[in-house]
């Protein structure tokens, strides 16, 4: 089955700065990938995904950016907000007829005024 | 509310009593799932509900049993659980025919085995 690397658990930032959050995939059929942001005590809610049919996909202060070759993916998030504090998850699908998500482990990102 | 409902929102059972989750979807979707999400380990999937029907199993021990009687809702039976069972079980949706999208999560129930 799918198994899904994230990295790292814990990333600390001032506001302002950038922060990347890391990813890795081991099913090369993985065709789906998805970011979820789960505020404390919150449900998660997705934020941005790409199809490996792209390499990058922006929203605003956020970015995907996805290398088939070395099955990777990260999520950029640019002049971060303290709004921005919350668990980052990454995850990876493939088409099965259901679209059954295994999920990285989470960054938990802290963003200091 | 994300059209995703679960009840109860909070939950304390002792390990011999037996409870029932529910979930409960307006958005028209066909495929529901229930996660099990523990502190510092990933989103575990649990069952995978696609037009009613279970398609995924992932090993989850007896005393958790899922029930979907139709497209919109979903419930999960607890019965016998074990302290280690303590944790935020997720509810999801999603509309799925040929290509991936993502989930609709509810708001999750906390439970807590004494």
């Known amino acids: 089955g799918e198994n899904v690397e994230q990295h790292p658990s814990t990333l600390s930032v001032q506001e302002g700065d950038s922060a990347v959050i890391k990813c890795t995939y081991s099913d090369s059929a993985s065709n789906y990938f998805p970011w979820y942001k789960q505020e404390l005590g919150k449900r998660p809610q997705l934020i941005i995904d790409i199809r490996s049919n792209v390499g990058e996909k922006k929203d605003q202060r956020i970015a995907v950016t996805l290398n088939k070759t070395a099955k990777h993916f990260s999520l950029h998030i640019t002049e971060t907000q303290p709004e921005d504090s919350a668990v980052y998850f990454c995850a990876a699908s493939w088409n099965s007829g259901y679209s059954t998500l295994t999920f990285g482990k989470g960054t938990m990102l802290l963003v200091s005024p | 509310e994300t059209g995703v409902t679960q009840t109860p929102r909070h939950l304390v059972m002792g390990m011999t009593n037996k409870k029932s989750l529910k979930c409960e979807q307006h958005?028209?979707?066909?495929?529901m799932y229930w996660y099990k999400q523990s502190a510092k380990k990933p989103l575990e999937l649990m069952f995978v509900?696609?037009?009613?029907?279970?398609?995924e199993n992932n090993s989850v021990p007896s005393r958790f049993s899922p029930e979907c009687p139709n497209s919109s809702h979903l419930f999960l039976h607890l019965h016998t659980l074990q302290p280690e069972d303590s944790a935020l079980y997720l509810c999801?949706?999603?509309?799925?025919?040929?290509?991936?999208?993502?989930?609709?999560f509810g708001s999750g129930t906390r439970l807590t085995v004494v």
């Open positions: 509900y696609n037009f009613k029907e279970q398609t």
């Open positions: 958005l028209g979707h066909n495929a």
């Open positions: 999801a949706s999603s509309q799925d025919n040929d290509r991936n999208y993502g989930y609709t």
